[in-house]
């Protein structure tokens, strides 16, 4: 049997004194039980009653951006149809959904979702730390809001 945490985030873990991270509360974690009478690595989630589409749980600032919003990035009738969403089509922008958002957030975003793995971010830090850059510079009054300006013309003088 295992354990799925479900509601990870910085005040429920720790890292002990050999750098190894230890989870502290799995208040919504998924038990997993063995499939069939092989116990190796087959395993399946127990059914959960607490859990139901459009019910909120854990904590607000480290859901997935479409539990916050209510929208998926890739949408389909079936789960087939949502893999071949992910494997060929682009996400709407973020901009289009809210145009008043900071545009470096469609950046992010967009990388965090690329199809080529080579072109996502490594690691999450990379991604706090553009989150952590992009909110100093709102307080600031730095960042550029809202869709990029249209470009007119050519660009060249005659």
């Not at 049997?1 to 991270?21: E, H």
């Not at 009478?37 to 904590?59: H, M």
């Not at 009738?77 to 969403?85: C, E, G, H, L, M």
């Amino acid at each position: 049997m295992g354990i799925t945490p479900r509601d990870l985030k910085p005040d429920n873990s720790m890292v002990d004194d050999q750098s190894r991270v230890k989870v502290l509360d799995f208040g919504l974690a998924k038990l997993r039980e063995p499939v069939g009478t092989d116990t190796s690595d087959a395993t399946s989630l127990l059914t959960d009653t607490v859990t139901e589409e459009g019910r909120i749980l854990g904590t607000a600032a480290y859901m997935a951006p479409e539990q916050a919003s209510g929208r998926r990035p890739f949408v389909g009738d079936s789960p087939i149809s949502t893999i071949s969403a992910i494997l060929s089509k682009e996400p709407e922008s973020v901009l289009q959904i809210n145009p008043s958002l900071p545009r470096q957030l469609e950046h992010i975003i967009r990388r965090c979702l690329a199809k080529d793995p080579s072109r996502r971010y490594t690691t999450a830090w990379e991604v706090r730390n553009e989150l952590e850059l992009l909110q100093q510079e709102v307080a600031g009054g730095t960042a550029a809001m809202g869709p990029a300006p249209a470009m007119t013309g050519s660009g060249t003088s005659t």
